[in-house]
């Protein structure tokens, strides 16, 4: 009983209600008579939302009997009338609001809910959406209403006598104003105000904190509001740099690393050197574009209010927000390119409304930083070239009225002889950047759907091959056809992995090697110089559930320039080939043979067959590969890559089972090269071939490969082929001799 309230309601009937209830702010006025205090009230049967289910529940309004006393009415919270979460108190009306209107009458309000996709920060205020219906609607926006919203201070200056500010990093933040109020109240804001934020999903906080959310929603810029005296100076300098400077002092600086703050959450963030804050004379006080610091918050007790409107970088407010976990709806904003020129607009607006929700005093000064103006953009609008990117022809007069409904401006000086405009685009639509986004704006307000269904009348471009993309895909199809499965790896990898191919050589320089800024980890910090790491930590994953593997990739690797941004990037082809010969079946039987050189060279020699090439294979060495199972592969007299078993120490390294590993990486660029070079076609000899067999013998040093190329070369033109099919070593050649017979 002691927490409960009897009160009598008065709500338009023929008798007053008797109510009990026990809301915290009437607890005080119990005993007090005449307080005419307008609520939200409901009678008997009404559906509310029930404020203690933790699901989503209505209720029915039932009478009841409470400590002996009928009751059958209540007043009521926010939450049990589904306008917020809030049930801690009731409603309070303003005073005029009318006894016994209907409370829906009285709010009197819609809301609607957008789905905006992309990065369309102009589409996130009133004003953006009602420019948007404007158009849409061939209405013009009201007047009266954008001049209560383009109130501009007298004067803008860089150095105001309230603030010291500085920006040390223009590119991170194009432009800073402030604005300062001098005695404000803080307390709770107008219930018009609240109702509005909460219809936007925004919990009200005080008056000073809720105007600028307030201001927020109608401009699109969001604002952040510092306790003026809790910002301190800069720190007195020496005697050489000069002396300290008295006022407050507001610094836009990148974080030092490992600098922390409290944010307004209570949670304490940690910042890296790519982070921006806000910082005063003594550290930071807020984190750009994200969320405001606990220390310098608005509170019950702030008289002076510096408010911040600035502009930030928008990829680095969402790698901030993203890094440290923490979203806001200035981070939503921001994060999508919001007008520098705002700024100045919404600290007016604000200014103005603080001063007349708060009773507070406006400077007549904004400090204002705006390093990083943009001249203004000017873009060539072509009629023809719209009717040809759209299908249609749209009269002039209504490209222009579309334009112009939309704040483009249209230069009066447009040259009519050539039926070109001038279009000046406003410093809102700042995704507009190229004639074809014109067109795109004429086409939707026009509406898509009063676009005719019609066939393809334009003439079709003319068509090239494109032999890099073909290449690839043909050498794709040409493995696949030989049992072989593609994979796609990372091309971010980590250094000490190509290390590993060099199990006996130096080891690879990072200096040489690209490595990312800000990487995810470890693991992924280096821009890959060959596939073979990957395609192997693929196969020693892959062989923990299969015994046999044959599989390739083709990607790109990058390999720095000196004196250049960007690197080389050209494209491999990586194969790695272990387990037995054959997959297991039953037509395989018993025959667990290892895969072994010979048939990852077979495997090239289709692929080199299918491209239409002879390649030709010569002893090659390479730290990755075994000492004598090792070939240098070359197409047309360049070398195009190596190729051989795997050395048992790179095995090892990698963690592959103690089995022959073959693999090989190509130049794919250079092998497709000399597929797409032209063929010289030839009749066909009109007499049958001829074949001989021909033994040779010569010193066991002696490659097969070079007496081949011999004999091809001494018979040229008359021999077309040169095939070695037999090797002999024994008593009739001698020691240290062998026979070769060719065919």
């Not at 690393?257 to 890296?272: A, I, K, N, V, Y």
């Not at 021909?694 to 021999?719: C, H």
């Amino acid at each position: 009983a002691d927490r409960l309230v009897l009160a009598e309601v008065e709500y338009g009937g023929a008798e007053t209600e008797v109510v009990v209830s026990g809301p915290p702010s009437l607890l005080p006025l119990r005993g007090q008579s005449d307080l005419h205090l307008r609520v939200a009230f409901a009678l008997e049967s009404v559906r509310l939302w029930d404020p203690y289910s933790e699901e989503p529940r209505i209720r029915k309004l039932k009478k009841a009997r409470i400590r002996g006393i009928p009751s059958r009415a209540m007043v009521c919270s926010e939450k049990e009338l589904g306008l917020s979460d809030e049930h801690e108190d009731i409603i309070y009306l303003p005073d005029d609001a009318p006894v016994g209107t209907p409370l829906v009458e009285y709010l009197g309000d819609v809301v609607l809910e957008f789905d905006i996709k992309g990065p369309f920060a102009h589409l996130y205020s009133v004003i953006g959406i009602a420019r948007e219906v404007a158009a849409l609607l061939d209405v013009p926006l009201k007047r009266d209403a954008l001049e209560v919203l383009e109130r501009y201070p007298a004067e803008l200056t860089p150095t105001p006598d309230f603030l010291a500010l500085e920006i040390t990093d223009p590119d991170l933040c194009p432009r800073y104003s402030a604005a300062f109020i001098r005695g404000v109240k803080v307390e709770p804001s107008p219930f018009w105000m609240q109702m509005r934020l909460r219809r936007a999903g925004m919990r009200p906080i005080n008056n000073i904190v809720d105007i600028t959310n307030y201001v927020m929603l109608e401009l699109g810029q969001p604002l952040h509001a510092f306790d003026y005296h809790l910002l301190r100076p800069r720190p007195a300098l020496s005697d050489a740099e000069g002396p300290g400077d008295d006022r407050p002092a507001i610094i836009v600086r990148r974080a030092r690393p490992g600098e922390q703050m409290m944010t307004l959450d209570g949670e304490l963030r940690t910042f890296d050197e790519e982070m921006l804050l806000i910082t005063d004379g003594g550290g930071p006080v807020a984190v750009a574009g994200v969320m405001g610091g606990l220390e310098s918050e608005v509170t019950e007790t702030t008289s002076d209010v510096l408010l911040e409107s600035a502009n930030f970088y928008f990829l680095n407010i969402r790698r901030t927000s993203r890094l440290l976990g923490l979203t806001s709806d200035a981070s939503q904003r921001f994060g999508r390119r919001v007008d520098p020129e705002l700024t100045v607009r919404a600290a007016a607006r604000a200014a103005h409304l603080m001063a007349e929700l708060a009773g507070g005093t406006v400077e007549p000064v904004i400090g204002d930083l705006y390093p990083g103006r943009q001249p203004q953009r000017v873009l060539e609008f072509d009629p023809a070239y719209a009717a040809r990117v759209l299908g249609i022809e749209i009269p002039t007069d209504e490209i222009v009225r579309i334009l112009t409904s939309l704040e483009f401006q249209i230069a009066e000086s447009a040259n009519r002889r050539v039926g070109k405009y001038q279009v000046s685009v406003p410093s809102h639509r700042l995704d507009v950047t190229r004639p074809i986004d014109l067109v795109e704006e004429v086409g939707r307000v026009w509406g898509y759907d009063r676009f005719p269904t019609t066939l393809l009348r334009d003439e079709l471009p003319p068509q090239r091959a494109n032999l890099r993309l073909e290449g690839a895909e043909r050498v794709r199809d040409l493995l696949v056809g030989c049992g072989l499965d593609e994979v796609i790896t990372y091309s971010l990898v980590n250094i000490e992995d190509e290390r590993k191919l060099r199990p006996q050589g130096p080891p690879p320089d990072p200096a040489s090697y690209l490595r990312v800024r800000n990487p995810l980890s470890a693991e992924r910090a280096y821009l890959r110089q060959t596939l073979l790491p990957s395609l192997l930590h693929t196969a020693r994953e892959n062989l923990r559930f299969l015994d046999r593997l044959a599989i390739f990739e083709i990607g790109a690797v990058y390999l720095p320039v000196e004196g250049q941004a960007l690197p080389n990037e050209p494209r491999r082809l990586a194969i790695v080939m272990t387990g037995p010969r054959e997959a297991r079946s039953w037509l395989a039987g018993q025959d667990r043979t290892p895969i072994e050189f010979y048939d990852l060279k077979g495997v090239v020699e289709a692929l080199l067959a299918g491209l239409g090439l002879e390649g030709t294979f010569e002893p090659g060495e390479h730290p990755a590969f075994h000492p004598g199972r090792c070939a240098q592969v070359s197409v047309g007299g360049e070398s195009i890559g190596v190729m051989g078993e795997l050395h048992p120490l790179v095995r090892e390294a990698f963690d592959l089972p103690a089995q022959p590993v073959c693999a090989l990486e190509f130049d794919l660029d250079r092998l497709l090269a000399a597929w797409s070079a032209p063929s010289r076609m030839v009749p066909i000899s009109i007499h049958p071939p001829v074949y001989e067999d021909l033994a040779v013998v010569v010193e066991e040093g002696m490659p097969a490969l070079r007496v081949r190329d011999l004999i091809a070369k001494t018979g040229a033109p008359l021999v077309r082929s040169v095939v070695l099919f037999d090797v002999y070593r024994g008593e009739q050649v001698g020691a240290g001799r062998k026979s070769l017979a060719y065919r």
